[in-house]
């Protein structure tokens, strides 16, 4: 019934919702505290639970809404929210720790082994490097 070429039309025709960033990610943050622990893509799964809002919102709007919504859930619920230093925000399950210059130490490393089955993470207590096992080189 709706898709997005209507909802461009509406917006061309003036019918634009005109909500106020501020607005919008208190809309943002009261979804986000409802959802469950755990769940993935957050933003996706909150820009589609503001519904009609969410899809008449301009991109940048929403962008600009979800940076504050972030920043406002990490400082009002430090029990169930972490903001990476690359401004993601992480669920608080007890998965990351906090290191000491304020970074979170996440399983991104682990990802991107994973990926590469030829190649395996190595750790030591100073840095992490790749050494690919095919080729005995160390990245």
């Known amino acids: 019934?709706?898709?997005r070429r209507m909802f461009a039309q509406m917006k061309r025709a003036g019918m634009g919702v005109r909500l106020s960033k501020a607005k919008l990610s208190q809309a943002m943050l009261e979804i986000l505290i409802q959802l469950p622990v755990?769940?993935?893509?957050?933003?996706?799964?909150?820009?589609?639970?503001?519904?009609?809002?969410?899809?008449m919102s301009a991109t940048r709007d929403i962008n600009a809404a979800w940076n504050e919504t972030k920043k406002k859930a990490t400082r009002e619920y430090p029990e169930k929210f972490l903001l990476g230093h690359r401004?993601?925000?992480?669920?608080?399950?007890?998965?990351?720790k906090v290191l000491d210059n304020?970074?979170?130490?996440?399983?991104?490393l682990q990802l991107v082994a994973n990926r590469h089955a030829e190649r395996r993470l190595v750790l030591?207590?100073?840095?992490?490097?790749f050494h690919d096992l095919t080729s005995g080189k160390v990245s």
Do not use: C, P
């Open 102 to 108: 304020g970074r979170l130490e996440t399983f991104e």
């Open 87 to 96: 401004g993601v925000l992480h669920w608080n399950d007890g998965s990351l």
């Open 38 to 55: 755990g769940t993935k893509d957050i933003k996706e799964t909150i820009v589609g639970h503001l519904g009609l809002l969410g899809q």
């Open 1 to 3: 019934m709706f898709d």
């Open 124 to 129: 030591n207590h100073e840095n992490a490097f």
